[in-house]
């Protein structure tokens, strides 16, 4: 029991310094919300706006992974390139790392989306016909995103050419997050129904990525 | 008092042979310094100590449940970070909340003054930055210390400090301290020269 506290304690030390050296730094943030805005404005411009709802979806999703992927591939290779990383993981208990690390990129995503999604809405003209749905999707999707960014930015530090590896490896493991968030997402903006276990199936990935990202994390 | 056991240890990196079946008895209460020429392996061993890095063959036994603290070239602390902010998050690690005025007096037993904390750590000499890594190790009150040319960068009053609190806090720790400056060497117990 106090081995779980001493690790929640390192948790949120974690969280609030990397926090404070993303504000302090911006580079991470503002790499993210720089291309998702020009990719935003770039797909806008060319579609005139209108673009239907699956595509409009898959488009929304596609901006969050590629930002999400400018932001995220230097979780881990920001602190080896500054020397940071092996301190801290002598100071502090791995996972307690990977943790703080994923609970960071989340927050960080999520700041990403809250730009990006109004912003995207507006300019394709779109509405949002199931608020709660499109939040709840937006958040399974972003946790699944998380879990396997963090891991994969892991993997890839010690990797010569990582820029080019962090996509490539990133994007089949998340893949079963992206199919049914596009379907979600497309319902949350139509109104249409929905099947529930799609939602159930991220839930279920999302459980599954954060395991398996705790367990392999030991081996790294 | 407790001791690091080195049990048939062996080690290489691609075809250089570090350590081949070294065991060895690394005793607490005293400073222990590893001498060598350079690559004879001084750094390996305290990673080996630490278990930063694992041996090809044989095994590091460590005290159960002893933290471990470090002053070496490669780890560095957080650029970003002001001296007390980097004071603060290494000693919340290990379950420490340190006061301001504790932050002063680590402050002033590795030779840091007050405003210097204010400050942040990317625009420290590099002198400064060696006395802010052993005032975090001194916050985080670890165990075990591995200190690899501490003194390195550092003038002879910064030197001087550096002496005294190891010479202090050896009775309950494990020193390890990789050198092969005269002056820290003189002031280990015992001397362990690589090669072994």
Known sequence: ?220 | MTAIEFRDVSLSFGRREIFRHATLNLRGGRVIGVVGANGAGKSTLLKLAGKIIAPDAGTVALPEGLTIGAVTPEMKLYGALTGAENLAFFARLRGKVLSPEKIFELGRRVGLEAQAFDVLAENFSTGMRQRLKFAVLLAVDADIWLLDEPTANLDDDGREKFFTEIRDAAPDKIILLATNDATEVGICDEVIRLPL
Not at chain 1, 85 to 99: G, I
Not at chain 1, 100 to 122: E, Y
């Open chain 1, 1 to 220: 029991m106090k081995s779980f506290v001493c690790r929640c304690e390192q948790v949120v030390a974690i969280v609030r310094k990397d926090f404070v050296v993303s504000l302090r730094r911006r580079a991470a943030l503002a790499a993210m919300m720089m291309f998702a805005l020009t990719a935003t404005a770039a797909l806008s411009l060319s579609t005139s706006g209108v673009v239907e709802p699956k595509i409009l979806s898959a488009l929304l999703w596609v901006i969050i992974f590629f930002a999400a992927g400018a932001g995220v591939a230097g979780t881990f290779d920001d602190e080896a390139q500054a020397g940071t990383l092996p301190t801290l993981k002598l100071y502090a208990d791995a996972q307690a790392v990977l943790f703080g690390k994923m609970i960071h990129v989340l927050a960080s995503l999520i700041s990403l989306t809250v730009f990006i999604v109004p912003t995207f809405l507006i300019l394709f003209d779109a509405d949002v016909a199931d608020g709660l749905l499109m939040v709840a999707t937006l958040l399974l999707g972003l946790i699944g995103l998380s879990a396997a960014g963090t891991l994969t930015a892991a993997l890839t530090t010690s990797a010569v050419a990582k820029g080019g590896l962090f996509p490539i490896l990133l994007f089949p493991v998340t893949l079963p997050i992206f199919l049914p968030a596009i379907s979600l997402t497309e319902a949350a903006l139509t109104g249409a129904a929905f099947d529930g276990g799609s939602l159930v199936m991220m839930m279920m990935f999302d459980a599954m990525l954060v395991t398996a990202a705790s367990i392999l994390y030991d081996y790294l």
